[in-house]
């Protein structure tokens, strides 16, 4: 048996009702406008948007975590995005509906670690390539092609007579590097950079030498 709205009259046949009131009452009692503007933080230099402290490439899959996030205790949960429409479940006690929502998506600019520490050429490696200009080339591709995809970066590159200086954001990642590529195998040595927390902080030196 159909029920009716108690504020705008509505039929139960022509919409989904939650707690015995229509889906857009029920909206426009429980949820402000301000509740839908969400602000989300992207970095002007990758176009990454924030989630927890966290950048990831914006997609629709992040764009619902960040507001569900902000919406989850109003009971809103989003789950499809669609050509710049918001398909939410709206939860209440025992009840459900189904509604396109209004969301506002107010996006601020910021800068990410990643970037700030790439525009400050931060490095805690550097890879001292000694050899022909082809081997250098081909080393520094397979270098930048794996530091790149463990979301960490190359920030100078310096050519020499006899090879390159590959300056890396990580020494981690260039233990990885290493690790995963067992014919080259590098002289390392340790370079005191600064203290951190009170402990020394080391930069990593790769020699690899193919002029001999
Ligand atoms: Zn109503
Ligand atoms: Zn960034």
Redesign the pocket.
């Known amino acids: 048996m159909a029920i009716y709205?108690p504020?705008?009259?509505?039929s139960s046949d022509e919409?989904d009702f939650i707690d015995n009131?229509?889906i857009?009452?029920y909206i426009k009692r429980n949820v402000r406008e301000q509740d839908l503007n969400i602000e989300i933080y992207r970095c002007k230099s990758c176009g990454r948007v924030k989630y927890k402290d966290e950048f990831y490439k914006e997609d629709s899959a992040i764009l619902k975590s960040i507001i569900n996030s902000k919406l989850e205790k109003k009971g809103i949960k989003i789950i499809d995005i669609a050509d710049d429409s918001f398909y939410a479940e709206i939860s209440s006690f025992n009840s459900k509906a189904y509604t396109k929502l209004k969301i506002v998506l107010d996006y601020k600019q910021t800068i990410c670690k990643r970037c700030s520490l790439m525009k400050s050429s931060y490095y805690e490696a550097i890879v001292q390539i000694r050899a022909s200009v082809t081997t250098t080339e081909v080393i520094i591709k397979r270098l930048l092609r794996f530091v790149n995809l463990k979301g960490e970066f190359v920030s100078k590159i310096e050519y020499l007579k006899n090879g390159a200086d590959v300056y890396v954001s990580s020494k981690k990642i260039m233990n990885e590097f290493f690790a995963n590529h067992t014919k080259i195998k590098p002289q390392v040595s340790y370079k005191f950079s600064k203290y951190i927390d009170g402990k020394p902080f080391y930069k990593n030196i790769y020699l690899l030498r193919y002029d001999k």
Do not use: S, Y
């Open positions: 709205c504020f705008c009259n509505a919409k009131i229509c857009d009452c």
